[in-house]
């Protein structure tokens, strides 16, 4: 258990739907990262916050946000979705975000299916 | 930005046998080289990872080397068991001053008993 939540565990919905999907960093992580897991895309970076700041952005549809709360747990927002939105997504936390390279610990993931 | 290929794609053994994972990278401001294993169902979980003034680090029985000069680095373990059965991903830090990760594409390891 890498002590980062993420809720729900599965999510059906729709074309055309909005969802949003949920995480909890590990107690004391500032940093938190989305990533998508697709079967042709593989692994790829969405956007990171820190501390409730965007930080960077990967390659993230327009459909698609992202926020961080004041007490650090993040949403990924997604709207008008379509067949290929179909992934899992993953959350990441880290300590820092400025200072070295810190290691990222990896949520349970929510599948999402867009039927 | 940066590009991670890895090798092999899929990789059988026998159990006790040694499992090596190569992974290049193309953005040579990349400085953190970690590698995760996934099992079905979950999510990635970090077994070892690299900083890039260090050549090479253990820990019990998986290693990772990295050469900087021809960046790229490798997986290695050693005795495997059924246990290390799972999906490897190598990741790279996007350059310096960032912190997200690209990942390889993944090798599906599987340990025959």
């Known amino acids: 258990d890498s002590g980062v939540t993420q809720t729900p565990k599965h999510l059906i919905t729709a074309t055309g739907q909005r969802v949003t999907l949920r995480c909890s960093p590990r107690?004391?992580?500032?940093?938190v990262y989305w990533y998508q897991q697709s079967l042709d895309q593989g692994l790829q970076f969405l956007i990171q916050y820190y501390n409730g700041e965007e930080r960077a952005k990967g390659n993230i549809l327009e459909r698609f946000s992202a926020q961080q709360f004041p007490d650090l747990h993040s949403e990924l927002n997604l709207s008008s979705l379509e067949l290929g939105d179909s992934a899992l997504y993953f959350c990441?936390?880290?300590?820092?975000?400025?200072?070295?390279?810190?290691?990222?610990?990896f949520g349970p993931g929510t599948r999402l299916t867009v039927l | 930005g940066e590009n991670v290929e890895q090798h092999p794609s899929t990789l059988s053994v026998q159990e006790g046998d040694s499992a090596v994972i190569k992974c290049t990278y193309s953005d040579s401001a990349s400085n953190y080289f970690p590698w995760y294993k996934q099992e079905l169902g979950k999510g990635p979980q970090l077994i070892i990872d690299?900083?890039?003034?260090?050549g090479e680090k253990k820990d019990q029985r998986i290693a990772v080397t990295l050469n900087k000069t021809a960046k790229h680095f490798s997986l290695h373990i050693t005795e495997t068991q059924p246990e290390d059965s799972a999906v490897y991903f190598c990741a790279a830090t996007e350059g310096a001053g960032r912190r997200a990760l690209t990942f390889g594409s993944g090798t599906r390891l599987q340990v025959q008993p």
């Open positions: 690299i900083r890039s003034n260090v």
């Open positions: 107690s004391g992580d500032l940093s």
């Open positions: 990441a936390s880290s300590v820092r975000q400025d200072e070295g390279t810190d290691t990222q610990y």
